[in-house]
């Protein structure tokens, strides 16, 4: 099992740019895929960015695309999500997740370890 602790949401204006990090702990020299989620009040969650567990795939909502980038630094087992040219529309729950099943996937369903969140807020 892993544990997933996410940081580095907050409140920014339009145009402005946050840094998500997700640290992981326990079994993490499993080969673990990981993305990054996000739910907006009243919405279903959705996939924002996923990432094989090399780093050398990686797949995008196309809102996001051109805006927001997907990484990993293994060594130090944390997931990060640039987010630049931020909207009001980004506003939402970011989650990050993780699963072991050897394929990269954007399905939810398929992530099996979950963070508990972090709240990142664009104004107008």
């Known amino acids: 099992q892993v544990q997933l602790v996410e940081s580095g949401g907050g409140l920014v204006q339009a145009g402005g740019s946050l840094r998500l990090s997700c640290a992981a702990s326990?079994?993490?020299?499993?080969?673990?895929?990981m993305g990054w989620f996000r739910q907006a009040p009243g919405k279903e969650r959705e996939v924002v960015a996923v990432?094989?567990?090399?780093?050398?795939?990686?797949e995008y909502a196309e809102s996001v695309k051109g805006r927001f980038t997907i990484s990993r630094d293994n060594a130090k087992n944390t997931l990060y999500l640039q987010m630049n040219n931020l909207k009001p529309e980004d506003t939402a729950v970011y989650y990050c997740a993780a699963h072991s099943l050897g394929v990269l996937t954007t399905r939810i369903e398929r992530y099996r370890y979950w963070g508990q969140g972090t709240q990142v807020t664009v104004s107008s």
């Open positions: 326990g079994r993490t020299y499993v080969r673990y895929d």
């Open positions: 990432i094989s567990w090399s780093g050398g795939s990686t």
